[in-house]
């Protein structure tokens, strides 16, 4: 099924110290408007779209539309009040006689695709559809000096989001005949089906699909939009990594990437930073994917004294092939010596560097072990490192999800 849509974007609400209505703001560089029409103009069962505007507003809503073109009529001039204006977009709509409309305030820019489908899927067995959420918050009637005189039972009682879906004919009627019967008031084109006497059912709405009425709502659709987006679905992995190497004749050991000079080096067939193969080996754990010693053999001669960021860097390609994301690292060092402190800025800002990871997001500590063990008689260093990766979940798609 396919459907028009009519977003009305004629309202005159300004934010504070602008001069232009709100749904021309900018939210990180895109107006409320063209987000509005975006959401709709990419999906595959809009018809065609017809946005409602004030007549001041031509020169705004070319601005805004302008890479929405298709599929867009030209705009309608909307009245003095919503009703009026979604009047006057209905009329406009008539030409090209769309079968289902779905009505939509412009002051609504995170309507997603989902929603969309939801409110479309009601309308193959209902005339009416529209998004809303049940009201979480206890309602109080308060009266005269602020006073709260009873609580309202919220039982029953949701809150109407947009797009509200309609038989085209039905609405365009309902409409002309509250405007003809002298009805004016209605909030939303529920409402207006409602008096007609058309039935209404409810799709589930989505928080996220805010209203921006308030200065408050717009700070927070900034914020919305200035935080990364969320993976969808991540799992949260974590990995565990362990490495030994023996000292030999040498000045000095690699360790987390660091070249600290000593009193002997570590033997091996790479640079042996025990730390960084420890710390690979944590990260190919949580993704489940073999080993330092599987994809790097110690025996094949490439390898020989390769520094072995080279092998921490490939296990962080696999995590980025797998559209993860590395949460944080840690690291233990044991040791007797050399002295772990001094370096750990700059090991910590190599990892980081290695991975694409903020320094924040690595540990680097070391310990001795009392003079006990091999690491006590100096012998060797010993390494562990923790890796914590987020990955999507297969099949997320497939789960039910309110959002
Ligand atoms: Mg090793």
Redesign the pocket.
Known sequence: MSAAVLIVAAGRGKRAGSVLPKQYTLLAGETVLSRSVGAFASHPAISQLLVVIHPDDMGQYEAAVAKSQARLRPPAFGGATRQDSVRAGLQALKRDAPQLVLIHDAARPFVTSDLIDRVIAALASNSGAIAALPVADTLKQVGAGGIVRGTVNRAGLWRAQTPQGFDFTAILDAHEAAFAAGRTGFSDDAAVAEWAGIDVVLVAGSERNLKLTTEADLEMAERLLAAPAPLPAAALRTGLGL???RFAAGDHVWLCGVRIPHSARLE?H?D???AL??LTDAILGAIGDGD?GEHFPPGDPRWRDAP?RLFLADACRRVTARGGRIANVDITILCEAPRIGPHRAAMRAEIASILDIQPEQVGVKATTTEGLGFTGRGEGIAALATAAIELPQRGAGVLPTSA
């Open positions: 490495d030994v190497h091996g790479s042996s930073d025990v193969h420890a330092i072995s």
